[in-house]
């Protein structure tokens, strides 16, 4: 992997979890974001002098410049950030919940805005690293289901390809990951089939994330999700998908 100074927003669970153990088993030395408690503990106490732990709530926008140079002085610099921190509330077929939506646009989006814009800075200054978001197939079409998640992942999406676009000159890797189901505490309420353990996705993350663009985890997903994208939209409709 070769990554010496690392930042995972949303490590304390899942992915976000795998990413740390993974990467501070390689050696890379890891700012490990996450709100405060014992999950958050326990990850930094899984890798003394490797794991560092940065309590946070991503809500808190103000606190993330300061939170991101903190962390890099005391990482001793930067190679790579993974911003993973995600929600996604049971959503029923008739419910229109603002609170549900704002939690979601504020932690699927604006916390992510909130951290890469300062690696999108000091990465353009320094002409180097890789920048890491989790979307979600779900961001691919306008679903019935969770509107507001579907809507926060497809934004996430654009809002990576502009960085991509804007950093491709200075040799800065933007890598968005489209992981399908997977199971992780956020998935935990859904009777998911299939869905891929957080340490094998994890393994597939680091290894995509050595190519700038956006990426499925599978390629049966990649050819999959195609379809549903080129699916029209009052056939998309009527099918339950």
């Keep these: ?21 993974l990467l501070a088993a390689d050696g890379c030395r890891v700012a490990a974001v996450a709100p405060a408690g014992d999950e958050l503990q326990a990850c930094a106490a899984a890798h003394p002098g490797l794991v560092f732990p940065v309590p946070h709530d991503v809500r808190d926008y103000s606190q993330a410049p300061a939170l991101f140079q903190d962390a890099c002085k005391q990482l001793g610099g930067l190679d790579l950030i993974v ?109 998911l089939r299939k869905a891929m353990e957080p340490e094998i996705a994890a393994a597939l993350v680091l290894k995509k994330a050595r190519r700038t663009g956006e990426h499925y985890l599978k390629l049966s997903h990649r050819v999959i999700f195609a379809a549903i994208r080129a699916t029209p939209s009052f056939i998309f409709r009527r099918l339950k998908v």
């Design 1 to 21: 992997m070769n990554y010496a100074q690392a930042i995972v927003v949303g490590a304390s669970s899942g992915l976000g979890r795998a990413l740390t153990d």
């Design 83 to 191: 911003y993973c921190a995600g929600v996604m509330p049971e959503v029923g077929p008739g419910e229109y919940d603002f609170e549900k939506d704002r939690a979601m646009t504020e932690v699927n989006l604006l916390g992510a805005i909130a951290w890469l814009n300062e690696a999108a800075r000091r990465f353009e200054g320094t002409a180097r690293g890789t920048i890491v978001a989790i979307g979600s197939v779900a961001g691919d079409r306008g679903r019935r289901d969770r509107p507001v998640y579907n809507a926060t992942k497809a934004a996430l999406a654009t809002y990576m390809e502009a960085l991509r676009n804007r950093l491709s000159r200075a040799g800065v890797k933007v890598v968005t990951i489209k992981p399908g189901p997977m199971r992780t505490p956020m998935t935990a309420h859904l009777n």
